[in-house]
């Protein structure tokens, strides 16, 4: 059963493009996202021509610069459009932050005749990425990566597996973290990989306790051969170029947070407004209604910290910090929103009547991509000690 339409978040938008922006991506939600969500999820159906939608309505290339097929988006509002997909549906939003990430290291650190080369097609609409970082035994030490990039002529010969790869089977190209080196993280660096590339292959997709409409796969490199002029940076800048994007990734991860959280609060809000016991409105009593105060509370503090770090960000200022504290705060909010939502629900919440616990499954794993809570607890920590 879906809720009714939620009144549309209060924004402080930077401009009437943004404004424009985010009534799109609204009125997207509500006609491509939100009647299908549910039953997709459950068969495990990737929705692969909504993102061409996304791309055609420029939704996937947003904070790029317009010269390159991008909107040229400040991050500060590219992260609330995020927000708005990822609470209509999460393996989408969560996708269009991927997409955005696997872009990233081209965007920032490739030459200018790659940027010409490969961008535009990357940010044009039809294609869509995945970022390759994790190993089966490198998760969060991902400066002990294994796949190793050999040098032959003009081309890298690559062996080895990535993990946890979000489009892994799916993606048109691989932003790929190699090792070309000597151990550790001066050995690494970026390559950008075509998917129909000879001897690249995916595994069957994970089963996961949630999010199952976004494919989770290992990705497997058996002498696949990378032309050298598709190294992104210098040798050795590779794990540079990973922290870097995942600075921003993270930003993009606490945005996808609070659309889930948003969308759980929403869905408690219109549930205890119309369900009755003791003749009258379940949402009328303290103990309901003060745990509705907190889920709201947790989700506007959420959001101001993962916009006060994008503003950073878009200032040109250190973001790191930030970044971290905001996809900590962010997702754990997330987990506790979700849940609460259940409890809102009673009985109901615990079935698949309504979608409380999806949101619940979908904010686990939030918890854990893109370094996991305990890894930002230890950035924030370092940034500290410094």
């Known amino acids: 059963m879906?809720?009714?339409?939620a009144k549309p978040v209060d924004r402080q938008l930077p401009s009437d493009e943004a404004r424009e922006l985010l009534s799109l991506t609204r009125d997207l939600v509500q006609r491509e996202l939100k009647p299908r969500a549910a039953e997709d999820e459950a068969a495990g159906r990737f929705p692969r021509e909504v993102f061409r939608t996304l791309?055609?309505?420029?939704?996937l290339s947003l904070p790029?610069?317009?010269r390159y097929g991008g909107g040229e988006q400040p991050y500060e509002v590219y992260l609330q459009v995020l927000e708005e997909l990822a609470a209509g549906w999460l393996a989408v939003g969560l996708g269009v932050s991927v997409h955005t990430l696997s872009c990233y290291g081209l965007a920032a650190f490739g030459t200018d005749e790659q940027r010409r080369r490969w961008l535009p097609g990357m940010l044009g609409g039809e294609q869509l990425g995945a970022y390759c970082l994790s190993e089966p035994q490198s998760g969060s030490d991902a400066a002990a990566l294994r796949t190793r990039a050999e040098a032959d002529g003009?081309?890298?010969?690559?062996?080895?597996?990535?993990?946890?790869?979000?489009?892994?089977?799916?993606?048109?190209?691989?932003?790929?973290?190699?090792r070309t080196g000597e151990d550790g993280a001066r050995g690494i660096s970026c390559l950008l990989v075509p998917a129909d590339s000879a001897g690249l292959s995916a595994a069957q997709p994970e089963h996961k306790m949630g999010?199952?409409?976004?494919?989770?796969?290992?990705?497997?490199?058996?002498?696949?051969?990378?032309?050298?002029?598709?190294?992104?940076?210098?040798?050795?800048?590779?794990?540079?170029i990973a922290l870097s994007a995942l600075d921003s990734g993270r930003l993009g991860i606490a945005a996808?947070?609070?659309?889930?959280?948003?969308?759980?609060?929403?869905?408690?809000?219109?549930?205890?407004?119309?369900?009755?016991?003791?003749?009258?409105?379940?949402?009328?009593?303290?103990?309901?209604?003060f745990m509705m105060a907190d889920m709201a509370t947790q989700i506007e503090a959420g959001r101001a910290l993962y916009l006060s770090a994008a503003?950073?960000?878009?200032?040109?200022?250190?973001?790191?910090?930030?970044?971290?504290?905001?996809?900590?705060?962010?997702?754990?909010?997330?987990?506790?929103?979700?849940?609460?939502?259940?409890?809102?629900?009673?009985?109901?919440?615990?079935?698949?009547?309504?979608?409380?616990?999806?949101?619940?499954?979908?904010?686990?794993?939030?918890?854990?991509?893109?370094?996991?809570?305990?890894?930002?607890?230890?950035v924030i920590g370092r940034h500290l000690s410094r």
């Open 2 to 5: 879906s809720p009714a339409p």
């Open 55 to 59: 791309g055609e309505a420029g939704l």
């Open 64 to 66: 790029y610069e317009e």
């Open 154 to 178: 003009d081309e890298y010969v690559v062996n080895g597996t990535k993990a946890w790869i979000t489009h892994g089977g799916r993606a048109d190209f691989y932003s790929t973290m190699v």
């Open 211 to 240: 999010m199952n409409s976004s494919p989770t796969a290992q990705v497997h490199f058996d002498g696949v051969r990378v032309a050298r002029d598709r190294r992104i940076g210098e040798e050795g800048q590779g794990f540079q």
């Open 256 to 289: 996808c947070a609070i659309g889930v959280a948003q969308a759980a609060l929403d869905l408690a809000v219109d549930y205890a407004g119309t369900r009755q016991q003791f003749g009258r409105p379940i949402a009328d009593f303290q103990g309901l209604s």
């Open 311 to 378: 503003r950073r960000r878009d200032a040109g200022l250190p973001f790191s910090k930030e970044a971290a504290m905001a996809k900590l705060f962010c997702t754990d909010a997330a987990m506790r929103v979700t849940t609460d939502a259940v409890q809102v629900l009673g009985g109901y919440g615990y079935t698949q009547d309504y979608p409380a616990e999806r949101y619940m499954r979908e904010a686990k794993v939030l918890q854990i991509v893109e370094g996991t809570n305990q890894i930002q607890r230890l």
